[in-house]
T-cell receptor
């Protein structure tokens, strides 16, 4: 099983450019999450989804949008990238009584 | 609302010494508790979890943690550190909430440094 797969793994953007990060899970999990990881800050929740067609804001949603058109996929979009969005992004999925399963991360640099 | 506090952003031990990483949480309902480990340039991997039942839980690589409700703690221990244990460790809590969103909340992480 692949588990949780994130693409791309690395990306460099110029300020103002847009991009979409893709998260795919093959475990039929209901819940999916996008976190960002910054030094000394731990993991902060950006957006999450409790099922296909649903999304909700997390702790740090500004500047990001998400969509969950299919149960297995959760997309994170940056409409106009800013240097403050330089970070490592992690996608995770879980069911109600399980732990979260993480992807390998996307390292994004905005210059 | 739930929150997680990990005491100490860095913990340094000698190889063979006891490892103790501290985690305290706040939760309005009985929680699920987790410890994850992150090696450089990788995602998070589950070390162990507490959901219900026995309060002392054993995980991979010789780690264990004890859920103490009265102290709202879930400290991670290992009797003898190994060089390969050097990594970032995250404590996480998820509230058991019927009809809730089951959002995992993470502490800020503790970097474990192991000296030869």
């Amino acid at each position: 099983n692949a588990g949780v797969t994130q693409t791309p793994k690395f990306r460099v953007l110029k300020t103002g450019q847009s991009m979409t990060l893709l998260c795919a899970q093959d475990m039929n999990h209901e819940y999916m999450y996008w976190y960002r990881q910054d030094p000394g800050m731990g993991l902060r929740l950006i957006h999450y989804s409790v099922g296909e067609g649903t999304t909700a804001k997390g702790e740090v949603p500004d500047g990001y949008n998400v969509s969950r058109l299919k149960k297995q996929n959760f997309l994170l979009g940056l409409e106009s990238a800013a240097p403050s969005q330089t970070s490592v992004y992690f996608c995770a999925s879980r069911d109600r009584n399980t732990e979260a399963f993480f992807g390998q991360g996307t390292r994004l640099t905005v210059v | 609302a739930q929150s997680v506090t990990q005491l100490g952003s860095h913990v340094s031990v000698s190889e063979g010494a006891l490892v103790l990483l501290r985690c305290n949480y706040s939760s309005s309902v009985p929680p699920y508790l987790f410890w994850y480990v992150q090696y450089p340039n990788q995602g998070l991997q589950l070390l162990l979890k507490y959901t219900t039942g026995a309060t002392l839980v054993k995980g991979i690589n010789g780690f264990e943690a004890e859920f103490k409700k009265s102290e709202t703690s879930f400290h991670l221990t290992k009797p003898s550190a190994h060089m390969s244990d050097a990594a970032e460790y995250f404590c996480a809590v998820t509230e058991r909430s019927v009809g809730g969103s089951y959002i995992p909340t993470f502490g800020r992480g503790t970097s474990l440094i192991v000296h030869p």
